[in-house]
């Protein structure tokens, strides 16, 4: 466990602004994943877009993790980390003919979601493998822009068209090895997640892909982001319900089918710390405002979807609590992490950590008002490591001038 005195010291160490990751409890957490299912054949994809850095891929590749992609330079990366094809699913939407070449060159199976592209794969690709991903018409959750299934979505094969799909198949003699559904993230009712995998597994008829080897349900599992407003689920028993049904489906179709599962979030969420110092307060007619190193490019999940993060106070945790806009440096009044948010007495160049940091921040971030994003951090064992380093403005300015070059 990171404690507030080994921020202050890693702070010290690295400066700020910083992103710190407790590898130890990514670990855990990935594990923990496993220990709530009851079946044989499980494995859990790590959706990498969740949090890229290669020293997290590194340590997830070394504890037997596969790996979920959406762009060939995910595949490569995690190629490079020492990830096999076989440990790979790549579920990119919208790919463009070049890029499925590309891919398809990396011996990766495919994760195919329009009939336009299951078309074009298997005129690519006569006698391939390849997964199917469904629309499975169940809405679930955290917000509208990260629901992925319903008649609002770009994802997914229409289940109506299965005489369609099941056309394109013959034409191109294409082996359905695994069915695939990613409902949402940040699902809180398991009820939804059930429903979703149920109705996945009833297109699942023997006599339509007789060749599956897999069913995989995605990712979604949800992560509190706010300590004081809990939300309790019970992944033990949703992993057991979870493992009856698809026992029960399995004898049907008559084989042992291997159950996947896809997070992001679960695995990388909590283990993230976006440290940032506060440098400017300001009173604007009491409102109490204080501004930091850090900004919305660099951890935009406030600004983007109203998301919760919590804030810790490291210099001055039991300082009398006040309300605070917590802003940052960009030249945008929405570029703000929290607003009037009550959190101990905060003095210029006290250190506060934005919590739950460790998926869809860093690798969601980008350098708007020319900003370097931080440098990164990962514990492992009680010791820091330095996994991706600072970049100066001066050699931000100097890698934006060179494009002249280019
Ligand atoms: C296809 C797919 N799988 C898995 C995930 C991971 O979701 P989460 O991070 O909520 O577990 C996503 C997230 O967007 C996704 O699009």
């Known amino acids: ?40 054949k499980m494995k859990i994809m790590y959706a990498m877009k969740a949090n890229y850095n290669p020293a997290i891929l590194t340590l997830l590749e070394q504890n037997n993790a596969y790996i979920d992609a959406v762009s060939p330079a995910e595949v490569m990366l995690a190629k490079k980390v020492g990830f096999s094809s076989e440990r790979l699913l790549y579920t990119a939407n919208n790919m463009t003919d070049d890029e499925m070449y590309e891919v398809k060159k990396e011996g990766v199976l495919f994760n195919i979601g329009s009939n ?19 629309n ?36 191109y003699n294409l082996k359905v090895v695994g069915l695939h559904v990613h409902t949402g993230s940040g699902i809180k009712n398991t009820q939804k997640f059930i429903e979703s995998a149920e109705t996945l597994l009833s297109m699942g008829k023997r006599e339509d892909f007789p060749e599956l080897e897999f069913i995989d349900f995605g990712g979604g599992f949800y992560v509190n982001y706010n300590p004081d407003n809990i939300t309790k689920i019970d992944y033990y028993d949703f992993g057991r319900k979870l493992s009856d049904i698809f026992s029960d489906f399995c004898k049907n179709y008559g084989k042992e089918l291997e159950m996947r599962f896809e997070p992001g979030k679960y695995i990388v969420a909590e283990a993230g710390h976006l440290i940032t110092q506060v440098n400017t307060l300001k009173n604007n007619r009491n409102r109490l405002i204080a501004g930091t190193d850090s900004g919305f490019p ?14 810790l106070n490291i210099s001055n945790p039991d300082g009398e609590p006040h309300h605070y806009d917590i802003a940052g440096n960009i030249c945008e009044t929405g ?32 350098i708007y008002n020319l900003r370097p994003m931080p440098p990164e951090v990962i514990v492992v064992n009680g010791k820091d490591k330095l996994t991706n380093k600072r970049i100066s403005s001066s050699e931000l300015a100097e890698n934006i001038y060179n494009r002249l070059e280019n």
Not at 27 to 40: A, G, I, M, Q, T
Not at 298 to 311: G, K, S, V
């Open 136 to 171: 499975t018409d169940i809405v679930a959750g955290a917000n509208e822009k990260i629901q992925t299934a319903g008649a609002l979505t770009k994802f997914g094969l229409i289940m109506s068209d299965i005489n369609v799909i099941k056309k394109i198949l013959k034409r």
């Open 1 to 40: 466990m990171i404690t507030n005195r080994d921020i202050i010291s890693i702070t010290e160490k690295y400066g700020s602004p910083l992103y710190l990751y407790d590898g130890d409890l990514i670990l855990e957490k990935y594990r923990e994943l496993y220990s709530f299912f009851p079946w044989r």
């Open 335 to 366: 570029d703000c992490f929290a607003v009037q948010r009550k959190i101990p007495e905060i003095r210029e160049n006290d250190i506060l950590s934005i919590e739950t940091a460790g998926a869809y921040c860093y690798s969601m971030g980008g």
């Open 116 to 134: 336009s592209r299951l078309e074009k794969y298997g005129r690519a690709f006569p006698g391939s493998e390849i997964c199917l991903r469904f």
């Open 298 to 311: 660099q951890l935009i999940r406030p600004t983007m979807y109203d998301a919760y993060h919590h804030i």
